[in-house]
């Protein structure tokens, strides 16, 4: 185990130093290192490891996620409005109806099938998206219009709309019928996850204020690490409650952010943010270089021709879908073309579901896992690049009032 962490930090670090030395994205240089040292290439990475790489990744995801929660302004994403919500399910949903649509006629699967693979392939990453929103907000790019704000929530929510999907379409495609119920958990999910995040948001404030009044201020390094454990609280607290009702851990961590943003004076929520960002780097390896190793790199000479055209048409369905969301908004043409390429990035859904209609024994299993793996490797450099590249070109800095 040690071994093969010496091998991801090391290795995984000097790869993303190189491919950031060379003008390209670090987690490229990051999931190249988790392809090569993986089980399906050197496999110098052990089985305990890989056994525990799911809940590694989530952790890594959390931290960002609890980054970008007190980096949100709230206020700003008020302004956005309906833009946002659509953000959370549209674009997906036109990419699933893409698949649907070409998937039977260039791929040569069913209906239902198509559907699967849409619903895998259809979720944008919040791995690439997230902390590159983040930068933005910090840096203050397209801040004035709120567009980091509004795709940082819309690739929130996409994930939890897109899983639910994926889901209802396997048991159609194992044969048993979908209920209303299963789409009624979207919704459910979503508002008990801000309504969790908020509850252990205001506890956790309550905590840090009462402990500081009587003359015991909390440090922001145990804060940090209070707020992480409460964190993996509201994950676990997915799990446990997923038998009775719906409950996405994700938004709660995110909303439980936002209420010590919005409680906390702005010089503590700094000192937090700084802390998190801190945490972000070693976790930042962790979660790339094992999302390349989730990837099993054989299938994508599988896939052929046929997947490539049917990536690059879904990818279009998808654009048209955030064009679509952006319709009657402020924002102009460069801004809209920068939305449509941060929704691109596919990595975090596809290497954690891409494999589950092949170990269900699916007839398209070996096909879906095939184009999902063409995705990962085709979309998460092609989105990370084009949002460092394009960023300053397309968005406009926030004016600042000089004194």
């Known amino acids: 185990m040690l071994f093969s962490l010496a091998i991801l930090f090391l290795v995984g670090f000097s790869a993303a130093a190189i491919f950031q030395k060379i003008g390209l994205p670090r987690m490229i240089g990051m999931i190249a290192t988790g392809i090569v040292t993986g089980p399906y290439v050197l496999d110098l990475l052990v089985p305990s490891l890989l056994g525990i790489s799911s809940e590694l990744r989530q952790i890594a995801l959390i931290i960002i996620l609890i980054k970008a929660g007190l980096s949100l302004n709230l206020s700003d994403l008020k ?96 044969g048993e019928s979908a209920k209303i119920t299963d789409f009624l958990n979207i919704p459910i999910s979503i508002v008990l996850g801000i309504l969790a995040g908020i509850l252990a948001g205001f506890i956790l404030f309550f905590l840090f204020e009462t402990a500081y009044q009587k003359n015991h201020a909390i440090r922001s390094t145990t804060k940090s690490v209070l707020i992480l454990g409460t964190a993996f609280l509201l994950m676990a607290l997915e799990t446990i409650v997923k038998p009775y009702v719906a409950l996405s851990g994700l938004l709660a961590v995110v909303a439980m952010a936002c209420v010590l943003k919005i409680k906390s004076t702005s010089d503590v929520s700094a000192r937090l943010s700084e802390k998190f960002g801190k945490l972000w780097i070693p976790a930042e390896v962790l979660l790339f270089v094992l999302v390349g190793a989730a990837v099993d790199i054989r299938y994508t000479l599988t896939a052929g021709v046929s997947a490539l055209f049917m990536i690059g048409i879904a990818l279009l369905f998808r654009a048209i879908g955030v064009f679509f969301c952006l319709l009657g908004t402020k924002l102009s043409g460069k801004e809209k073309c920068f939305c449509i390429i941060a929704y691109l990035p596919k990595a975090t859904v596809q290497a954690a579901i891409g494999s589950v209609p092949l170990s269900l024994g699916l007839p398209c299993g070996k096909i879906v896992l095939s184009v999902a793996v063409l995705a990962i490797l085709i979309t998460a450099p092609l989105g990370a690049i084009g949002i460092d590249k394009s960023y300053r070109k397309l968005l406009q800095p926030e004016q600042t009032d000089s004194v």
């Open 79 to 174: 302004k956005v409005g309906r833009p946002a919500v659509m953000m959370s399910f549209v674009p997906a949903s036109f990419e699933i109806i893409g698949y649907l649509i070409f998937a039977p006629l260039l791929l040569h699967v069913t209906r239902i099938e198509a559907a699967v693979m849409g619903a895998v392939l259809s979720a944008v990453s919040p791995a690439v998206v997230v902390p590159r929103m983040v930068k933005l907000i910090e840096e203050k790019y397209g801040t004035a219009q709120s567009i980091p704000q509004m795709i940082l929530a819309g690739a929130s929510c996409d994930d939890i709309f897109v899983i639910v999907l994926f889901s209802t379409f396997v048991t159609m495609a194992q």
